[in-house]
């Protein structure tokens, strides 16, 4: 019988992908995945709950079938400018008698942070502590078990607009789902491609969607910033449309098949045929001619992050580069331009640590997302779900265990 089943929901705007996994400590493997085409979000937000409902039922219709499971609670990541994150520092005394620090103490500090003013509209999507201090000794990963009278935090905290979270949560219920977990898709994106000594030395994630760019930047083995930028594939596939006078579908297959991010990058400079539209005959250009359209919008996405990474301070910490995820990043020659902009070296992220199973379908830049989501994030209840199943498991082992000693003692006073 399977345990620890995990599904994962990643609302993009171009596409809608399911994944069900059954959890096996670090590994997932994968039982069911499903894609349906996105026509009811635009940038990260639920446009249309109607379209947004049937592609979220299509795709995990797809997934359960292939799973031969019927699962009906979900993590959904979210994504959209909506988005906001900010440092929060509190603390709270141990009021135990041997000073002995529980889950319950972390539990207190958590809910703590829960009092801090935020606007009306906002509600709090994560907690994730980057740093504990027991006593005012900082750099501790996890007190429980330490003794001290005072327990203090370093948080980042996430905001999301409650109206987005709200349509978010209509859309899927109307699909026959609930909830189970709102996830903020750059950290489950980070869960999947990113290695832990990354992490520590300093690396900046860049998930490049149709309609949103996620990222996230990680120091010392925790998160320090998030943002979700409005420029993404669906720009650079616009620009296209707008300048070459084509439909969107003919220039998304453009930028697809012959676009680059940076000339340099060209391999072969060669002539495109373009299929004329109405009166308009067929037309001819040449690969740089598209590329340089795609590269203006390319650069102006990395010169925003660059921005972003020296005005939050991270710049000079980031020691282990850039990775880049999303559908935006099979775009040839992105590595290359992030290289060139950030000055850091650059890789393309695919999803690790995935077991057996139809673990090969997703593993593309482009399901960095729900492979994620399928992990659990620290402090959430998704994550407090796999736990509990698993301590369950173990408790399972142990009695059983107990269970044929008493047998065998039995027969030894025989």
């Not at 900010?86 to 141990?94: E, F, G, P, S």
């Not at 809910?111 to 906002?122: E, G, K, L, M, Q």
């Not at 997302?369 to 620290?378: E, S, Y």
């Given at each position: 019988m399977k345990k620890n089943i995990v599904a994962g929901l990643d609302l993009g705007t171009t596409k809608v992908c399911a994944v069900i996994a059954e959890r096996d400590g670090d590994k997932a493997n994968i039982l069911g995945f499903g894609v349906a085409p996105s026509e009811g979000l635009n940038r990260g937000l639920v446009a249309n709950i109607a379209k947004t409902a049937e592609a979220v039922k299509e795709a995990m219709n797809i997934a359960c079938n292939r799973a031969g499971?019927?699962?009906?609670?979900?993590?959904?990541?979210?994504?959209?400018?909506?988005?906001?994150?900010?440092?929060?520092?509190?603390?709270?005394?141990?009021?135990?008698?041997?000073?002995?620090?529980?889950?319950?103490d972390l539990e207190r500090l958590k809910?703590?942070?829960?009092?801090?003013?935020?606007?009306?509209?906002?509600q709090i999507l994560h907690i994730i502590p980057e740093e504990f201090?027991?006593?005012?000794?900082?750099?501790?990963?996890?007190?429980?078990?330490?003794?001290?009278?005072?327990?203090?935090?370093?948080?980042?905290?996430?905001?999301?607009?409650?109206?987005?979270?709200?349509?978010?949560?209509?859309?899927?219920?109307?699909?026959?789902?609930?909830?189970?977990?709102?996830?903020l898709q750059p950290i489950a994106s980070s869960l999947s491609v990113l290695e832990e000594n990354e992490m520590d030395l300093g690396v900046v994630l860049i998930d490049i969607g149709g309609g949103t760019t996620d990222v996230a930047i990680y120091h010392d083995k925790s998160i320090k910033h998030t943002k979700v930028i409005g420029v993404a594939g669906n720009q650079v596939t616009n620009d296209i449309r707008e300048s070459l006078g084509i439909v969107t579908n003919e220039a998304e297959k453009l930028k697809k098949e012959y676009g680059y991010a940076m000339e340099e990058a060209i391999i072969k400079d060669e002539d495109i045929y373009i299929k004329g539209v109405g009166a308009r005959g067929n037309i001819k250009i040449p690969v740089t001619l598209l590329t340089q359209i795609i590269s203006v919008r390319m650069r102006e996405l990395f010169t925003l992050i660059d921005n972003e990474l020296r005005h939050t301070g991270f710049k000079n910490k980031i020691k282990a580069g850039i990775v880049l995820t999303g559908g935006g990043a099979l775009l040839k020659g992105c590595t290359e331009l992030a290289e060139e902009v950030f000055g850091l070296p650059t890789r393309i992220g695919v999803p690790l640590e995935l077991g057996t199973g139809l673990s090969t379908e997703i593993e593309s830049p482009e399901f960095a997302?729900?492979?994620?989501?399928?992990?659990?994030?620290?402090g959430t209840t998704s994550h407090e779900a796999i736990l509990t199943s698993k301590e369950k498991k173990k408790a399972g082992k142990a009695s059983v265990s107990k269970f044929f000693k008493r047998i065998q003692e039995f027969f030894d006073e025989l």
């Open positions: 499971i019927d699962l009906k609670e979900v993590n959904v990541g979210v994504a959209g400018e909506h988005i906001s994150s900010l440092r929060h520092r509190n603390y709270v005394t141990i009021s135990s008698p041997d000073k002995e620090i529980s889950k319950d809910n703590d942070v829960h009092t801090i003013r935020i606007p009306s509209d906002r201090f027991v006593d005012y000794q900082g750099g501790i990963e996890n007190p429980i078990g330490m003794c001290g009278s005072r327990l203090e935090a370093v948080n980042h905290v996430v905001l999301a607009s409650i109206p987005a979270i709200q349509n978010i949560n209509k859309s899927v219920e109307r699909a026959g789902y609930k909830v189970n977990d709102y996830v997302t729900v492979a994620g989501l399928i992990k659990g994030i620290p």
